[in-house]
């Protein structure tokens, strides 16, 4: 079963505009990372936030964690075309094994216009 | 720093028939994962090698599925026969480690079952 569900699904915006997506799980994780997905290639790593950490920044990229809540928002400030793709939030799960499993979410697909 | 490679691309098979994939991970990287990502979805975790031994298959279909990674450097992933549900994309991953690490995708492989 799917750990993280992403809100909304979609999301279509104006470049210049911020896109805000909403990731939240069910069990206690390790850590939460953020992944990009542009059409018909291979993920790629955003940020890695911790679950003793309750905010990060990368460049144009805010994370948000709240463990009591169990959820996580990413920001993108000043979208860009290029920032069109699908993001998927991944959760590592706090366990004994800690082998670095990630389970991903569904995904948001964000489409901005230029 | 070459990044994750994958072959091929693109596969189309006819059901019952059989496949393999060929993922060579990121030098160094001691921990490879084999993903499923069906149309939609997000990835779900086949396999996960520690160097040349499985730390998770849980979720791989045993029936039809087979992966190894002799060396403990590349890997194969197999599926004999196939079925119209594996349609899917295939993407390899490798970290440095296990654990809290970012893990780097290769472009993944689309097959098509018809």
């Known amino acids: 079963s799917q750990q993280g569900e992403e809100d909304p699904q979609a999301l279509s915006i104006q470049e210049g505009e911020n896109a805000t997506m909403n990731c939240s799980y069910k069990?206690?994780?390790?850590?939460l990372q953020w992944y990009r997905q542009n059409s018909g290639r291979g993920l790629v790593h955003l940020i890695l936030i911790r679950s003793n950490e309750r905010e990060k920044h990368s460049g144009r990229l805010r994370v948000t964690l709240d463990t009591s809540k169990k959820s996580s928002s990413l920001l993108i400030t000043a979208s860009r075309a290029a920032d069109t793709a699908s993001y998927f939030c991944a959760t590592a799960l706090f366990g004994s094994s800690n082998t670095g499993k990630l389970i991903f979410g569904q995904g948001t697909t964000l489409q901005v216009k230029p | 720093e070459a990044g994750v490679a994958q072959s091929p691309r693109y596969k189309i098979i006819e059901k019952r028939q059989s496949v393999a994939f060929w993922c060579n991970p990121i030098?160094?990287?001691?921990?490879l994962y084999w993903y499923q990502q069906i149309l939609g979805q997000g990835p779900k975790l086949l396999i996960q090698f520690q160097n040349n031994g499985v730390v998770d298959d849980s979720q791989l279909p045993k029936d039809r599925f087979s992966a190894e990674r002799l060396k403990g450097v590349d890997s194969t992933l197999k599926i004999q026969p196939a079925k119209l549900e594996d349609s899917a994309v295939y993407l390899c991953?490798?970290?440095?480690?296990?654990?809290?690490?970012?893990?780097?995708f290769g472009p993944g492989t689309r097959l098509t079952v018809t």
């Open positions: 991953a490798s970290s440095l480690e296990p654990g809290a690490y970012e893990q780097y």
């Open positions: 069990t206690s994780i390790n850590n």
């Open positions: 030098s160094g990287h001691a921990t």
